[in-house]
């Protein structure tokens, strides 16, 4: 009070424009330290501990008369927080000099050079024979669905084309893709997807598996359009197999798409799902359509040669043929 009778009107609105633009450079220079040294962002803020003085606190520190701040707990004993308005004539704000070490301001920011790989989640089904076709479309459609939760970048789901294998009789296959494993998790454990497995997938189906990978690489795009085809192949290796020869085999996978005219896509990896029946390894082939897919087959003697290298080793073998929905069931 005494500090405002002190002053014209005129004087104390020049006073507190002056102390705001001296607050807004302190900001904008604290920003600039946190960018060089990876500190959490500043908190500037006012206290007011008495009727006529005010300090000034950086990073959130909380004494008064003391007036000890910090940045991030690291820059200790520096940028004191002083009193703004002690004096009718006196103005009082941090200096850089009280810095332990020299600080190069800048606006540099820093980029995570993090990436992340793509994750295939492939799911087979066998629906029973004696299922309702309303029910099938039903399950499908809420399965098709689940492409508008946040996780997911790309999902698809509808009945199969064709399954080569002697050991599976699968109807139907959902192929989604994440941009990492949480991803995948966020999705598995969401209600919606819940829901819909608990309504819809197992009342209508005798066996269901899953296999997923990280895969070698980021295909383009994510999600293939309606109208492509789809060639998915699990591999169940003997017991025992080295690691070196894991990693022969993935090579011949992935020696497909030069093999193979019209392969649009590949990706392959090792199995880190819990219901892949024992299949450790697989890979997804993306094609522009059926057509494509289908001209593709009549380079037996390139893919014969591909199971001639590795199938000393398989104990297992599904190749599944499907193609992306142009529209709902």
Not at 76 to 91: E, I, M, T
Not at 154 to 179: D, N
Not at 246 to 260: C, V
Request: proline share 6%; hydrophobic share 40%; charged share 20%.
């Amino acid at each position: 009070m005494m500090l405002c009778s002190m002053l014209s009107a005129h004087q104390i609105r020049w006073l507190f424009g002056l102390a705001l633009e001296q607050l807004a450079t302190i900001n904008c220079s604290l920003q600039s330290i946190e960018s060089r040294t990876h500190l959490q962002p500043s908190l500037i803020q006012w206290n007011n501990p008495g009727p006529s003085r005010f300090y000034l606190n950086v990073d959130g520190g909380t004494s008064r008369n003391s007036g000890a701040g910090f940045i991030g707990g690291l820059i200790r004993d520096g940028l004191k927080a002083r009193p703004l308005f002690s004096a009718p004539s006196s103005l009082i704000f941090p200096s850089f000099k009280h810095l332990k070490r020299p600080v190069t301001l800048s606006t540099k920011t820093f980029k995570s050079s993090i990436t992340m790989s793509t994750i295939e989640h492939v799911v087979l089904f066998k629906v029973k024979d004696d299922t309702d076709q309303g029910k099938v479309n039903m399950m499908l459609n809420n399965l098709n669905g689940l492409v508008s939760l946040e996780p997911v970048v790309h999902l698809t789901a509808g009945p199969v084309l064709r399954t080569k294998s002697p050991i599976s009789s699968f109807t139907h296959m959902l192929h989604s893709r994440y941009k990492s494993k949480e991803d995948l998790n966020a999705y598995a454990v969401h209600p919606d997807h819940q829901r819909v497995v608990k309504d819809n997938v197992v009342p209508i189906c005798d066996d269901i598996m899953a296999v997923d990978w990280v895969a070698d690489n980021d295909p383009t795009p994510l999600s293939p359009p309606p109208g492509s085809a789809i060639k998915v192949t699990f591999l169940k290796l003997k017991e025992n197999v080295p690691n070196a020869v894991q990693g022969e085999i993935l090579g011949e996978i992935k020696g497909i798409k030069e093999g193979i005219p019209g392969v649009q896509q590949i990706t392959c990896g090792e199995n880190f799902s819990a219901r892949a029946k024992g299949f450790s390894l697989a890979s997804v082939a993306v094609f522009a359509g059926v057509e494509e897919m289908e001209a593709a087959v009549g380079k037996e003697e390139y893919v014969n040669l591909q199971k001639q290298n590795v199938r000393d080793n398989l104990d297992g073998v599904i190749v599944v043929d499907y193609a992306v929905p142009t529209s709902s069931p």
